[in-house]
């Protein structure tokens, strides 16, 4: 399984983002999908989750009503749609597989394969 980050970049606060992670591998569509995010110096906290149909999502309460998670089996790929962005946004974002299939899950120790991050900065 291997998991490919893209999207991230520069953008001044208000400003919107859309991070792709493409998956190989098997399971994807049985699985559920999260974002994390990790900014310097800090943990690596949980963004937002979906489970293996699209039908349920979660978000941490920081990003709730900017950020929007979504999936496209067909094309084993999951999206994260950051809108209204502000600097305390700026992290290395990391999409990673869930060992399970719901969205429920909000510890790193659920999920078992990570992407190599992308870097969003949000300038003020």
């Known amino acids: 399984v291997q998991l490919q980050a893209s999207g991230g970049g520069l953008v001044q606060a208000g400003g919107s983002l859309r991070l792709s992670c493409a998956a190989s591998?098997?399971?994807?569509?049985?699985?559920?999908m999260g974002w994390f995010r990790q900014a310097p110096g800090k943990e690596r906290e949980f963004v937002a989750a979906?489970?293996?149909?699209?039908?349920?999502?979660d978000y941490a309460d920081s990003v709730k009503g900017r950020f929007t998670i979504s999936r496209d089996n067909s094309k084993n790929t999951v999206y994260l749609q950051m809108t209204s962005l502000e600097p305390e946004d700026t992290a290395v974002y990391y999409c990673?597989?869930?060992?399970?299939?719901?969205?429920?899950?909000?510890?790193?120790?659920?999920?078992?394969?990570w992407g190599q991050g992308t870097l969003v900065t949000v300038s003020s």
């Open positions: 990673a597989r869930s060992r399970y299939s719901s969205s429920n899950y909000y510890g790193t120790e659920a999920y078992n394969y």
């Open positions: 591998g098997r399971s994807f569509s049985s699985s559920g």
């Open positions: 979906i489970g293996w149909s699209g039908s349920g999502t």
